[in-house]
Every structure is written in structure tokens, then in C-alpha cells.
């Protein structure tokens, strides 16, 4: 699963080669990730090289302030972790759960300044990963499915097999939806219906052939964000942003017609902030109020599904917030679903790296349900020789 590169100097932090495990969404609907992101030059300005957190492996990470806690996870991703590798072990598998018909979310939690941004979008201004190594999940993802795409299109030709791509971006500021491709759009609605499922009404919605025109809806709609400076992060989001692609595909086989579809969420959250630290007042002090409450929310949905996991009777409070409302099916329904927990190594940060990593440990234990979203029509003879050609192959 790892390599250990590095030796345990605090001020030199090992190193570890992640690999992922092709098996692991076999037996798993949830992933978390924990991303340590390198020392600002704030923080060395404060507190030097000092560091509240220790990894021990690709696994595993303790918290060293007193009392110490150590932590295990699915994958730790160390501080020298480029965007390509983190993508080849946590965006490529969740690539290829789509194209099987699985809706997937990804989504990065932390603090104000962990580095949520950096991993969701990173530099999307020059491009794909082809030329720009700045670039983050969400240009990979759409860069890595329109070449499976175009793939699975020619090994498939006999099939007639088809793709339709959708995409639409959102933010949730201040508990109001705004549409990032129409910013006139203000004040949206959830809407939850048997065969739409859950959705924004009247959200704009794009059809996108390749990665050049999904990634241009992503660089227009991240322009619109809210965004503003705090005494942690010169460029804080100040909304919860959620981009989110319908991927169908339709093909002919022995007389019968599939229909199979996907959604794909990615979700950069706006970080959790304390006052004191931040310094907002006024209306960041607003923004951060909404931004905390609805994280908090966040988490008691988290408490709340470990409970019904447990075969407990539990009230999950999804409607005390826009943001899980909006992702129920994605935090515990019908869902493969990957977090990113991003946190600061530095000991200036330590309360809110420990609360950042007590989250993830208890989303750990969320269990979804994530089905293969396929209809299929035919013929009855054509349909009973599918069913038994089925049975043969089991």
C-alpha cells in the first residue's frame, strides 16, 4: 500500500507513496482521505517548524499535542502528495465507478486555509494536467472521463453506444442557492420528486462533449464565487460550492435497449473558521456564521447515519441545511463517496486540525448503498436469453 521514504524528523516529515487498491470499492461505498498540506510561511513566521501532527504511515496519522491521538483512515496523503498522484488514487477509481453506473461524491472538508480549493480546483486558469501540474480533481476528472468515453465508445461500436454528459455548478452562500453559471439566478429551490430525485429548480444546465467545455463551465462558474480575505486565508470561500455532472449512456444489446446513468458531485466546502482567529466582523463575520452552522449540521447528519448503521432509531436532520439536503443521497443513500479531509500540519492550527480529523473518523463509519442506475427495455424472448446469459456468466 505505501513506501516509507523519509525518516522522523519533525522538521522533515516522511514520506509515503500511495497506491490504490483496485478492490477497495468492491466491499467499500465510502472513502476518507486525510490531505496534509505543506507549512505556510504564516505559520513558520509564528510558530517556526512546529507540528501537531505525525504520519506513521499511508493509513495512519497522529495528533502529538497532549493527549496524543492516533487515527486511521483509508489513505494519508503526506504534504509533498503532487495533484496527479492524489488524482490517480482517489480520482480515478471514482472515474471509473461512473462509467459503471454509480453516482460518486467527492468532497474536500477542513478548516479555513487547509487547501480545500487547491485540491478541488487548484489552477484551472491554464488547463488540464497535460501542461499544467497545478490543476486540481475536478479538470482531472472530466479530462480522465471524456477519454474513457471516447474508449469505451470504440471498443463498443457494434453496440451503438452513446454518451450524454450534463454539467451545472452551484455555491450555498449565506443558505441561499445561487446558480455560478447564471448569477442572476438567486435564491433557488430544493426540489425532491420520484423521478428527478433531489434537484435545484430552474438550475442552468450544460451539455458538454469534452473536457475543454466542462472545464470551461468550471472556470465561468468559479469566477462568480463568493470569495473574500481573512486574517487565515488571503482568498477564503465563502460558500459551499458543488459542481455536478449527469453522465448517461445509452447502446443496443441481442434486442434489448440499456439505459444507464450516473451523478457525479464534486464539492469544495467552505471552511470551518474560528472568530478569534479569522477576524471577521461584519458581514465575513455573517458569512462564517452560516458557513459554521451549516458545517455543524454537517456533522450531526454524519452522528445521526452512524447511529441507523448501527441499527439504532434515528432522526437524520437533512433539511436543517441547504447543503445536506442538497446531499443526502451522497452522505447516506445511494452514493459511492470519497472525503478529503484537508488540515495544516502546524501547531498554530492544532484545535482545529484535531476537530478536522475527529470528523473524519467518525464519516468513516457512514454506510451507503450505492446501486447500478440502469433501466432496460426489449422484447420478452430477448429479455429471458439476457437474464439467463446473466446467470451463466455469475
Known amino acids: 500500500m505505501l513506501s516509507d521514504g523519509g525518516d ?42 512546529k507540528r501537531c ?25 503526506d504534504e509533498h502528495i503532487t495533484q496527479e498522484s492524489l488524482f490517480k488514487v482517489a480520482g480515478v477509481p471514482m472515474v471509473e465507478n461512473c462509467m459503471a453506473g454509480y453516482n460518486s461524491c467527492m468532497f474536500a472538508y477542513g478548516q479555513t486555509g487547509s487547501g480545500k480549493t487547491h485540491t478541488m480546483l487548484g489552477d484551472i486558469e491554464n488547463g488540464t494536467r497535460r501542461n499544467n501540474e497545478n490543476c486540481g480533481m475536478t479538470p482531472r476528472v472530466f479530462e480522465h472521463l471524456f477519454l474513457r468515453i471516447q474508449k469505451e465508445k470504440e471498443i463498443r ?16 452562500y449565506n443558505e441561499q442557492i445561487l446558480d455560478l453559471l447564471n448569477p442572476n439566478a438567486t435564491n433557488l429551490q430544493l426540489r425532491e420528486d420520484a423521478k428527478r430525485g433531489m434537484h435545484v429548480e430552474n438550475l442552468t444546465e450544460h451539455e458538454v462533449s469534452n473536457a475543454r467545455e466542462a472545464l ?6 468559479a469566477a462568480n464565487r463568493k470569495v473574500a480575505s481573512t486574517n487565515m486565508n488571503r482568498a ?9 455532472c449527469l453522465i448517461e449512456s445509452k447502446w443496443e444489446s441481442q434486442g434489448i435497449k440499456h439505459h444507464r446513468f450516473s451523478h457525479l458531485n464534486l464539492v469544495d466546502l467552505a471552511g470551518s473558521e474560528r472568530q ?20 455543524s449540521t454537517l456533522g450531526h447528519v454524519i452522528t445521526s ?27 447516506g443513500g445511494n452514493s459511492k463517496t470519497t472525503i478529503i479531509a484537508n488540515i495544516s500540519p502546524s501547531s498554530c492550527c492544532a484545535a482545529e486540525t484535531l476537530s478536522t480529523l475527529k470528523f473524519a473518523q467518525r464519516a468513516k463509519h457512514i454506510r451507503n448503498n450505492a446501486i447500478i442506475n440502469e433501466d432496460a427495455s426489449g422484447d420478452v424472448l430477448s429479455m429471458r436469453l439476457e437474464i439467463q446469459h446473466l446467470k451463466e456468466r455469475a
Open 305 to 331: 447515519l452512524i447511529a441507523v448503521s448501527n441499527k439504532k432509531s434515528q432522526h437524520v436532520p437533512y433539511r436543517d441545511s441547504k447543503l445536506t439536503f442538497l446531499l443526502q443521497d451522497s452522505l
Open 53 to 77: 501532527v505525525r504520519q506513521d504511515s499511508g493509513q495512519s496519522i497522529t495528533w502529538t499535542c497532549h493527549p496524543e491521538s492516533r487515527f486511521t483512515f483509508d489513505l494519508v496523503a
Open 216 to 221: 470551461q463551465q468550471l472556470i465561468e462558474g
Open 236 to 244: 477564503s470561500s465563502r460558500s459551499h460550492s458543488v459542481f455536478t
Open 276 to 295: 478569534k482567529s479569522s477576524g471577521a466582523e461584519g458581514e465575513r463575520l455573517k458569512e462564517a456564521s452560516n458557513i459554521n452552522k451549516s458545517l
Open 157 to 172: 461500436r457494434d453496440e451503438k453506444l452513446s454518451f450524454t454528459c450534463k454539467c451545472s455548478f452551484l455555491e450555498i
Open 8 to 49: 522522523d524528523d519533525s522538521s522533515a516529515p516522511a514520506r509515503f507513496e500511495l497506491q490504490e487498491d483496485p478492490s477497495f470499492w468492491k466491499d467499500n461505498n465510502v472513502q476518507v482521505v486525510i490531505r496534509v498540506r505543506p507549512l505556510s510561511s504564516s505559520e513558520i513566521s509564528v510558530q517556526g517548524e
